[in-house]
T-cell receptor, first 116, second 121 residues
Framework: AQKVTQAQTEISVVEKEDVTLDCVYE???????LFWYKQPPSGELVFLIR??????QNEISGRYSWNFQKSTSSFNFTITASQVVDSAVYFC?????????????FGSGTKLNVKP | GAVVSQHPSRVICKSGTSVKIECRSL??????MFWYRQFPKKSLMLMAT?????????EQGVEKDKFLINHASLTLSTLTVTSAHPEDSSFYIC?????????????????FGPGTRLTVT
């Protein structure tokens, strides 16, 4: 079974629109971390956020915000007023205490196209 | 911060030859390093975990004789693709962990390298 599901394969928006990228995870562990990464066309993974399972506070960083809800096992990512530079593939990932946080389970990624 | 480099960034080799990819942690000692593979438009799949001074642990389905991993020091891990075939063409990404927690680095974080694009002709 997929541990991290990103159901949206590709999303296209027009600049200045808000967009939410969905991430649903599955784990039996009570201690885990969730991550979001951005992968531009160059391929390098850019770290965006890390969240531990005990901190359900939503977070805002500039135009980025994250909504962590354990009740629905979701960790969604919203970009407000999107810009062309936001175009990239975004990955959600999970690591668990069960294997000492060694394995990162990545979702399949969501490709975001922001058009001018 | 934590910086991980990979060399080369891009390599083209002929079928049947071997190619080595280096992964270095530049400003910290990496007790554990990881190798991922990413096919075009696909997700990252963990290939193996290497701990300094010991044999790598390979994920199910990854041929250890084909993908040789050496973690000879706390700052360097190498991945050698032996007898490369066109189907080995992929984007290979390494990552490293610093379990010391020093320098503001998170122990549960994996710091990713920029990746190496391998094309086998």
């Amino acid at each position: 079974a997929q541990k991290v599901t990103q159901a949206q394969t590709e999303i296209s928006v027009v600049e200045k629109e808000d967009v939410t990228l969905d991430c649903v995870y599955e784990t039996r562990d009570t201690t885990y971390y969730l991550f979001w990464y951005k992968q531009p066309p160059s391929g390098e993974l850019v770290f965006l956020i890390r969240r531990n399972s005990f901190d359900e506070q939503n977070e805002i960083s500039g135009r980025y915000s994250w909504n962590f809800q354990k009740s629905t096992s979701s960790f969604n990512f919203t970009i407000t007023a999107s810009q062309v530079v936001d175009s990239a593939v975004y990955f959600c990932a999970l690591s668990e205490a069960e294997d000492n946080f060694n394995k990162f389970y990545f979702g399949s990624g969501t490709k975001l196209n922001v058009k001018p | 911060g934590a910086v991980v480099s990979q060399h080369p960034s891009r390599v083209i080799c002929k079928s049947g030859t071997s190619v080595k990819i280096e992964c270095r942690s530049l400003d910290f000692q990496a007790t554990t390093m990881f190798w991922y593979r990413q096919f075009p438009k696909k997700s990252l799949m963990l290939m193996a975990t290497s701990n300094e001074g010991s044999k790598a642990t390979y994920e199910q389905g990854v041929e250890k004789d084909k993908f040789l991993i050496n973690h000879a020091s706390l700052t360097l891990s190498t991945l050698t693709v032996t007898s490369a075939h066109p189907e080995d063409s992929s984007f290979y990404i390494c990552s490293a962990r610093d379990l010391s927690g020093k320098g503001g680095r998170q122990r549960y974080e994996q710091y990713f390298g920029p990746g190496t694009r391998l094309t086998v002709t």
